[in-house]
């Protein structure tokens, strides 16, 4: 297959370009910079150009763009995450639909923090509960589901009738990659800081990388699969366990606590967010258990233990593990 990635230069586009790649596939990724081999090819995200032409004749299309989650909420910054995601996601479907030869599905990056911050029960796509007016919350939270709606509002509004669409509602992806999010919590707790946050009672979804992997291939393969799917661990956990069982893992026997307000300076000094840490994201796989999907790590406790040794294994240059 020839498959193309927009937004392709960041973890999960990593790991999705090595997977494809070892699998023989040819992958073409879009980037703000090309590569001289063809195999990254230059895009602004937002018009149309000789980048189109990589789409016509594809397979498939994974759009993976939008700016990095991972800052302070400002409301410049938001602006900028609202913008990438809604004008990536046009241009992508602008091109399809332009494209003599469009492909047959096209998987677009949406985001699992669209649903409620809940404790109560979990999120899965027929039942789950969208977020935006829950009572309890910071207001400005709501920004963040109301990207998430933009996002996937572009996806469906999108001409194109011969492209399958499906909206990868993804929750917080696993692997051992240097300066992924997996990187940042073991560095935590190899710092004796990964203790519970603000009680720890938050919830926290995940899935492998490995298991991203698969259900993708999943629905790249499955004809009969449109809309919402949630890419995420069937077993999401409150944030004190999950922490706890990563401490286990690595063999650190120790995790400092934060408080709220701890949490709000730590936040403020690393440039971030703490509605990435602080938001109850109790979300499920429902559609992928339903068509018949097997994880291979469905248990944090075991696939925390699996990420950690392949983390060790790996080279001090940050050379990444291979996903198959």
Same mark, same amino acid.
């Given at each position: 297959m020839k498959i193309v990635i927009p937004g392709g230069t960041?973890?999960?586009?990593?790991?999705?370009?090595?997977?494809?790649?070892?699998?023989?596939?040819?992958?073409?990724?879009?980037?703000?910079?090309?590569?001289?081999?063809?195999?990254?090819?230059?895009?602004?995200?937002?018009?149309?150009?000789?980048?189109?032409?990589?789409?016509?004749?594809?397979?498939?299309?994974?759009?993976?763009?939008?700016?990095?989650?991972?800052?302070?909420?400002?409301? %410049?910054?938001?602006? %900028?995450?609202? %913008?990438?995601?809604?004008?990536?996601?046009?241009?992508v479907g602008e091109a399809i $639909?332009? %494209?003599a030869r469009p492909?047959?599905?096209?998987?677009?990056?949406?985001?699992?923090?669209?649903y409620a911050?809940?404790?109560?029960a979990p999120n899965d796509e027929a039942t789950g509960i969208i977020g935006g007016d829950?009572?309890?919350?910071? $207001?400005?939270?709501?920004?963040?589901?109301?990207?998430?709606?933009?996002?996937?509002?572009?996806?469906?509004? $999108?001409?194109?009738?011969?492209?399958?669409?499906?909206?990868?509602?993804?929750?917080?992806?696993?692997?051992?990659?240097?300066?992924?999010?997996?990187?940042?919590l073991l560095g935590l707790v190899r710092k004796r800081l990964g203790g519970p946050m603000a009680g720890g009672s938050q919830y926290l979804s995940w899935i492998h990388d490995r298991d991203l992997v698969r259900a993708i291939d999943l629905l790249i393969a499955r004809d009969d699969v449109v809309g919402p799917v949630n890419l995420a661990s069937p077993n999401p956990l409150p944030q004190? $366990?999950?922490?706890?069982?990563?401490?286990?893992?690595?063999?650190?026997?120790?995790?400092?606590?934060?408080?709220?307000?701890?949490?709000?300076?730590?936040?403020?000094?690393l440039r971030t967010d703490t509605e990435l840490t602080l938001k109850s994201r109790r979300v499920v796989p429902g559609r992928l258990l339903e068509?018949?999907?097997?994880?291979?790590q469905p248990s944090w406790p075991e696939a925390a233990a699996d990420l950690v040794a392949r983390w060790r294994a790996m080279p001090r240059d940050g050379a990444p593990a291979r996903s198959r």
């Open positions: 960041g973890q999960v586009g990593q790991i999705l370009e090595r997977a494809f790649t070892s699998g023989g596939h040819e992958v073409v990724v879009l980037s703000r910079t090309a590569s001289g081999d063809g195999r990254v090819v230059a895009w602004d995200g937002r018009t149309q150009g000789d980048w189109a032409r990589a789409l016509d004749g594809a397979d498939v299309v994974i759009n993976l763009a939008g700016r990095s989650v991972n800052c302070r909420y400002t409301r %410049a910054n938001l602006d %900028a995450m609202l %913008a990438s995601r809604v004008d990536s996601t046009r241009a $639909a332009r %494209a492909p047959r599905v096209w998987l677009q990056m949406s985001t699992a923090t669209i911050h809940r404790f109560d829950e009572p309890d919350v910071p $207001a400005y939270w709501a920004y963040s589901v109301d990207i998430a709606k933009a996002w996937e509002r572009t996806l469906e509004e $999108a001409a194109t009738p011969r492209t399958r669409k499906v909206a990868l509602r993804t929750t917080m992806v696993m692997s051992p990659d240097r300066d992924g999010i997996f990187d940042v004190r $366990a999950f922490m706890a069982a990563l401490r286990e893992a690595a063999g650190v026997g120790v995790g400092l606590p934060a408080t709220r307000w701890m949490a709000k300076i730590g936040a403020f000094f068509l018949g999907f097997r994880f291979e």
